[in-house]
């Protein structure tokens, strides 16, 4: 029985559950709802200086298969590109230095290899660990209230923030341990700090048959190419500048109410997956699935800005780009050296990216695109010490809203919804919002999600 499947939201989450839905149901009807003026979602390239960019995620992790898996899914294997370096420094008041090996998302095994990038003081800190009495967690802590407490502050301000900064535009302060970095979380037992990240790391290296392989890759036409690759591999109807509004229950199924107040219009749905942020999913269910509204409501999202630029050719030796944590006072948290990164982009240009803006610290989005264009131009020349620091173009592109953040407690929250998402045939969930940010991560849910409506 032909059965039409209706997905809210047309970012990587959405695509890629209706192109897992057409590979499994292959004369099924599929309407996406986008309520914006173009599909993607956060995936997005724009040409500058002659390439092919991304100014939405820029590389994918490829030691899971889900995101290399999908690309080789709809025929561009051959279009993945693995980085030239991912030697990465952190910048600090006291120069630049390269980003410690063999850490957990910044956080140590040891105390080796921290001399110079921790004072004295926090290197013997760090060693100290193992001496402390055993830990005793009760639960999901903040990742920065348990490392300072057993590691001191250095190693968060120095290590650990520059890098939960990237990935969530959030603060080491307020995320979550358990849901930004389970792995640590799931060796807490072993009694320390250090032997859980030893531990989380070793299992790491075990679990990863191709530990020789790249971390990450990429697509030479941008990850942004990959949402016009799956609307045509899935044949879906994707509908733009279509909100929708509501979801009720009806005798066979779904209404959802959608489109603009001049022409409203209910389309009638088998299976709704909602793929929206957290704050619009809330608003959604809250007819059908009201337990999941109040736990949506407390994923708050961070706003930032991507200023991609294009200098003249020249070189810089910072190897894949710079982290800068806020101990630096710096405008930017991070600078990806895009041409050295990625083989595919050539020499004839500089391509550089930087990223502004984080949880509860966005005051300077407040600038107009030129003044903050201008202003990130200054600081990456100076970081980077450019000879040449004025550029040929330059692109800011603004994610208002764009990163979940994992606070304390974000597990149950997660639970939550899904039960109360589960216990509604042919109702599903999905997105960045819950079980990771990164490509993979979406893709992973996507799956999970069309794995429960069938």
């Known amino acids: 029985m032909t059965r039409r499947l209706v997905v809210i939201g047309a970012g990587i989450t959405g695509l890629a559950a209706a192109f897992e839905w057409r590979r499994r149901r292959p004369d099924d009807e599929i309407v996406v709802l986008e309520a914006g003026d173009r599909i993607g979602g956060k995936l997005h390239r724009i040409q500058l200086a002659g390439h092919w960019y991304d100014t939405g995620p820029e590389a994918m992790l490829a030691r899971v298969p889900e995101a290399v898996g999908l690309v080789e899914a709809l025929g561009l294997g051959e279009h993945l590109v693995a980085p030239a370096t991912t030697q990465a ?6 120069g630049r230095f390269p980003l410690p090996a063999g850490t957990v998302l910044g956080v140590p095994a040891s105390a080796e290899g921290l001399d110079g990038f921790l004072s004295p003081a926090g290197v013997d800190r760090v060693r100290a660990e193992r001496e402390l009495p055993p830990l005793a967690v009760d639960g999901d802590v903040a990742v920065g ?3 300072r407490e057993r590691l001191g502050d250095e190693v968060v301000d120095r290590l650990v923030e520059p890098l939960l900064g990237g990935v969530y535009a959030g603060r080491a302060d307020e995320l979550s341990l358990q849901a930004t970095m389970p792995q640590l ?7 320390s700090v250090l032997a859980a990240a030893a531990a989380a790391r070793d299992a790491g290296t075990r679990s990863r048959g191709d530990a020789d392989g790249p971390v990450f890759m990429t697509v030479d036409e941008g990850i942004g190419s990959l949402p016009a690759a799956l ?10 500048r279509t909100p929708a509004h509501a979801i009720r229950r009806t005798g066979s199924g779904f209404a959802v109410s959608t489109g603009q107040v001049a022409a409203p219009e209910v389309l009638s749905a088998d299976a ?5 942020p957290a704050g619009k999913a809330a608003r959604l269910l809250g007819g059908v699935a009201p337990g999941a509204v ?5 994923i708050p999202y961070a706003s930032m800005a991507v200023v991609a630029m294009a200098f003249p050719a020249q070189d810089v030796g910072a190897g894949s780009g710079l982290l800068v944590p806020p101990v630096t006072g710096r405008l930017v948290k991070g600078v990806t050296v895009s041409s050295s990164k990625w083989p595919h982009l050539g020499d004839d240009v500089l391509l550089v ?10 005051s300077e989005l407040q600038r107009t695109d030129e003044d903050l264009a201008a202003a990130v131009v200054a600081d990456v020349a100076e970081l980077l010490g450019l000879a040449r620091p004025e550029p040929v173009e330059t692109a800011v592109v603004r994610w208002g809203g764009g990163l979940p953040q994992y606070l304390v407690g974000h597990q149950g929250r997660v639970d939550a919804v899904r039960t109360a998402v589960g216990e509604v045939p042919g109702l599903g969930i999905a997105g960045a919002a819950f079980a990771g940010v990164g490509v993979p991560a979406c893709i992973r849910d996507a799956s999970r999600a069309v794995d429960a409506l069938l």
């Open 231 to 240: 609307v045509a591999a899935a044949r879906v109807e994707v509908r733009l």
């Open 185 to 191: 979380f799931a060796h807490l037992g072993e009694g």
């Open 272 to 276: 709704v997956l909602v793929a929206a």
């Open 145 to 147: 209230r348990l490392l």
């Open 353 to 362: 990216r930087s990223s502004v803006g984080r949880f509860r610290d966005e």
């Open 89 to 94: 420094s952190v910048v600090l008041p006291e």
């Open 294 to 298: 109040q736990p949506l409501q407390g």
